[in-house]
Every structure is written in C-alpha cells, then in structure tokens.
C-alpha cells in the first residue's frame, strides 16, 4: 500500500510542476526561484521531522510494548515517506526552473 501511495503522490508532484514556469525567465528570477525552492525543502524536511517527534511522544504516551514498538516504527516509515516527497517536489521545481531559463 505505501508503494501505491508513493507512486500517486510522485505523480500528483510531476504533474503539478509541469505548469509552475511556462514563460522563459531571467537568470536572477531563476536564482530567486531556486533559494525558495530550497527553502521550501528544508521547511517541509523539518515539518516531517517534527512530525515524527510528535507520533513518537504520543506512542510513547498511548501505548506499551510490542505496540508501541510498532508505532514508532511506522511513525518513521512516515518520516521517511514525508522527506522523500519533499526531496521529489524540490528536484521537479529546480528541474522545472532550469528548463524554464533556457
């Protein structure tokens, strides 16, 4: 199932990038494109990061032994998934502004 999810997420990401520059751009928008798109990246990493901070304090809070083992596991699996829609989404924008400025 979270191959599925993944695969409709990366689709949903490359599909929606394709329109974000139709015109071509300058050099110096490219570049403030980029940085935001970097900037997006890293918030959206540290928004997956503390969202694992916060399944993991309520699995610890909720739950007991081979359960809440079982939480946290799937609380990472969830961070994990998070950081690489995020590293997918800012791959397509730099992709799309690199294509954009030629």
Do not use: W
């Not at 999810?5 to 599909?15: D, G, K, N, R």
């Not at 990246?41 to 916060?54: G, H, L, V």
């Amino acid at each position: 199932m979270n191959k599925t999810l993944i695969a409709v997420l990366v689709a949903a990401a490359a599909t929606l990038s394709f329109g974000a520059h139709a015109d071509t751009i300058t050099p110096s928008q490219a570049d403030a494109d980029k940085t935001q798109a970097k900037g997006d990246y890293k918030a959206d990493k540290a928004q997956a990061k503390a969202d694992y901070n916060q399944n993991r304090t309520t699995c610890k809070q909720a739950t007991r032994g081979g359960v809440e083992r079982a939480c946290k596991k799937d609380a990472k699996a969830q961070e994990k998934l998070d950081k690489a829609n995020a590293k997918v989404d800012y791959k397509a924008d730099k992709a799309d502004i690199n294509a954009a400025t030629q």
